[in-house]
């Protein structure tokens, strides 16, 4: 069966500074991968998402991720951090596009 | 397109009592999932479907029923509610064939 393990519970960054959230995942074969982030109160929005090809991924806001399948990780980044950034962000897989598997989410918080 | 829309956004049981959770997708998705929030452990997947009239278990089915007579629609029902399904209940909808999940805002549910 597929696992995902996001090993930090928070992170707190300042504003202008890089982000990277770490996503690890357990499976046989190559997954699909996404990343989602949620808003306080709101639904989750998919970030980025990864099937085959390219192992660097661009997604929406400025965000990045980068598979690795030496490493089984599909980490996520972005250079410079907005405050409107703060917010619960997910990593997920799945054998197919339907049921993925969550991680338990990182909790981003940007200080001024 | 209101997207995935849920109903009610909170609600309060008792323990024993029933509820349908409600979900409506206006996007022509053949894809629609239930999933439970709970703090510290991501989403997990209750049911899902592929297309109306079909519905499958998924991760933790257990104490839940579904049914999909419309594409349009995918209640989530609760027969005799326990504190343990206090969660957080997330509606999602697809294209499938490799295409984003998107979610609606959520249905606070607290059993007392």
């Known amino acids: 069966a597929q696992s995902v393990t996001q090993p930090d519970i928070h992170i707190t960054v300042s504003e202008g500074a890089s982000l990277e959230l770490r996503c690890n995942y357990s499976?046989?074969?190559?997954?699909?991968l996404f990343w989602y982030v949620q808003s306080p109160g709101q639904g989750l929005q998919l970030l980025l998402k990864y099937f085959s090809g390219d192992t660097l991924v661009q997604g929406i806001k400025g965000f990045e991720a980068e598979f690795k399948r030496s490493q089984s990780s599909f980490n996520l980044r972005k250079p410079s951090v907005h405050w409107s950034d703060a917010a619960e962000y997910f990593c997920a897989v799945g054998e197919n596009d339907y049921k993925l598997s969550f991680g338990a989410g990182t909790t981003v918080t940007v200080r001024a | 397109n209101a997207g995935v829309t849920q109903t009610p956004k909170f609600r309060i049981l008792k323990i024993g009592q029933s509820m349908t959770l409600q979900c409506t997708q206006d996007m022509n998705h053949n894809y629609m999932y239930w999933y439970r929030q709970d703090p510290g452990m991501g989403l997990k997947l209750i049911y899902y479907?592929?297309?109306?009239?079909?519905?499958d278990k998924g991760e933790v089915p257990n104490g839940y029923n579904v049914s999909r007579s419309t594409t349009e629609d995918f209640p989530l029902r609760l027969e005799l509610a326990a504190p343990s399904q206090t969660s957080v209940y997330f509606c999602?909808?697809?294209?499938?064939?490799?295409?984003?999940?998107?979610f609606g805002p959520g249905t606070r549910l607290t059993v007392l």
């Open positions: 499976y046989g074969a190559t997954p699909y």
């Open positions: 479907s592929v297309g109306a009239g079909i519905t």
């Open positions: 999602a909808s697809s294209r499938g064939g490799g295409n984003e999940q998107f």
